[in-house]
């Protein structure tokens, strides 16, 4: 036998895992004994002008090479960085990179306008123009015309409608709070009414 402590840690939400049926319900009983949320960096913009300073830092001790923004290009990034538009969807290790590219471009040790709006620019690109989208494919669906929170909402009753065998087990789960307060419950034909709002059958979502 072994003696050691298990820390597990993940940007899933697991508990939506078991409920689909993706994440074994036991080994999620195992490892459920205390759960910490860390909150991810776009939520956590005092810690982002601190880890600039030290990713540059970093950069020096590795390289040999200090390098420095200029005050205006300083300025602009931060700006961008904390900014709503900014998802960091990789937390620490997308900013690390994004320090790391622009260090390595930067002539002289300076960082420059030009070469944060070309850093921005890319982050914008890799974030919003190419992020895999369970809408992506559905007839008649334009995600950029969504408001966020209908895409958002939209996007999650999709990808579990897909998991799901049946309309009818799709909205027991979407539903599983509500439903306990009524008398008679549809979950179906409250499922069907929701995505007939987007034009969508269950039919299309199981093709």
């Known amino acids: 036998s072994s003696d050691f402590q298990l820390i597990a ?8 895992r078991v409920a689909e049926g993706t994440f074994r319900e036991d080994l999620y009983a195992r490892i459920n004994l205390w759960t910490f ?5 776009r939520q956590r913009q005092e810690d982002i002008e601190p880890n600039l300073d030290y990713e ?3 950069h020096a001790a590795l390289t040999g090479d200090s390098v420095r923004f200029n005050t205006e290009a300083r300025r602009a990034w931060l700006s961008f960085a904390t900014s709503p538009q900014a998802a960091w969807r990789g937390n620490f290790r997308e900013l690390s990179a994004s320090v790391t590219r622009m260090a390595t471009l ?5 960082i420059t306008v030009e070469t944060v709006d070309d ?3 890319r982050l914008r690109y890799s974030w919003n123009d ?6 992506d494919g559905l007839p008649g669906i ?8 209908d895409r958002m ?12 065998k049946t309309l009818s087990d799709a909205g027991r789960q979407l539903f599983n709070v509500s439903r306990q307060g009524k008398a008679t419950v549809n979950d179906a034909d409250r499922l069907r009414k929701y995505l007939a709002r987007f034009g969508l059958t269950w039919d299309v979502l199981q093709n």
Do not use: K, M, W, Y
């Open 9 to 16: 840690g993940t940007v899933r939400d697991l508990r939506q």
């Open 37 to 41: 949320e860390l909150p991810g960096l």
């Open 56 to 58: 540059l830092e970093r």
């Open 106 to 110: 930067a002539d002289n040790g300076r």
């Open 119 to 121: 850093e921005i620019a």
């Open 130 to 135: 190419h992020r895999p989208s369970a809408l």
């Open 142 to 149: 334009d995600a950029t015309a969504l408001d966020l929170f």
């Open 153 to 164: 909402q939209l996007e999650n009753v999709v990808a579990v409608c897909r998991q799901a």
